[in-house]
T-cell receptor, first 112, second 113 residues
């Protein structure tokens, strides 16, 4: 059974640009969550999507957005990139409800 | 953003030694989880705890959900080199969902031969 797949694994952008990250959840999982991991702030919840609807949102500015498609695949977008957006962005999927999260390997974004 | 207080921050131990780490919070949690992250990978779930006082084992790993619901600990017995990694606790607030977790600051474990 394939795990959570995130693409791209690594990318470099410059300040002011935007970036789109993709996540394919485990087959059958309908909930997709996104987390940002940095050395200073650790793992912070960005948002969760379930059945194409945003169900939860963390404390991030509006530059961070996401969406989910009918096949449960999800994308997150960060616009007007800042140096502080450099981080490992982790996607996690679950069946929903009380089920635990399974994380992907992450997309490492470097903003220059 | 909020992080749980996890200690110790790092540990250097010899193979065969037992390891203990804990996580504390000023808030009550409904669920406590322990994850391990290795370089270049995402966190992998080790143990999930759903009830205050619950003690759960997974091989050489044992974790407990504190009675006050504000803490949890993880023990690793007879450590081996493949135990190297960063261990994170994570909690689900009563007001939150299973997907919106609050993570600890992490314990970096190094095992020497």
């Amino acid at each position: 059974k394939a795990g959570v797949t995130q693409t791209p694994r690594y990318l470099i952008k410059t300040r002011g640009q935007q970036v789109t990250l993709s996540c394919s959840p485990i087959s059958g999982h309908r909930s997709v969550s996104w987390y940002q991991q940095t050395p200073g702030q650790g793992l912070q919840f960005l948002f969760e999507y379930f059945s194409e609807t945003q169900r939860n949102k963390g404390n991030f500015p509006g530059r961070f957005s996401g969406r989910q498609f009918s096949n449960s695949r999800s994308e997150m977008n960060v616009s007007t990139l800042e140096l502080g957006d450099s981080a490992l962005y982790l996607c996690a999927s679950s069946l929903g409800g009380a089920n635990v999260l399974t994380f992907g390997a992450g997309s490492r974004l470097t903003v220059l | 953003g909020q992080q749980l207080n996890q200690s110790p921050q790092s540990m250097f131990i010899q193979e065969g030694e037992d390891v203990s780490m804990n996580c504390t919070s000023s808030s009550i949690f409904n669920t406590w989880l322990w994850y391990k992250q290795e370089p270049g990978e995402g966190p992998v779930l080790l143990i999930a705890l759903y009830k205050a006082g619950e003690l759960t084992s997974n091989g050489r790993l044992t974790a407990q959900f504190g009675i006050t619901r504000k803490d949890s600990f993880l023990n690793i017995s007879a450590s081996i080199p493949s135990d190297v990694g960063i261990y994170f606790c994570a909690g689900q607030l009563p007001s939150g969902t299973a997907s919106k977790l609050t993570f600890g600051t992490g314990t970096r474990l190094q095992v020497t031969l």
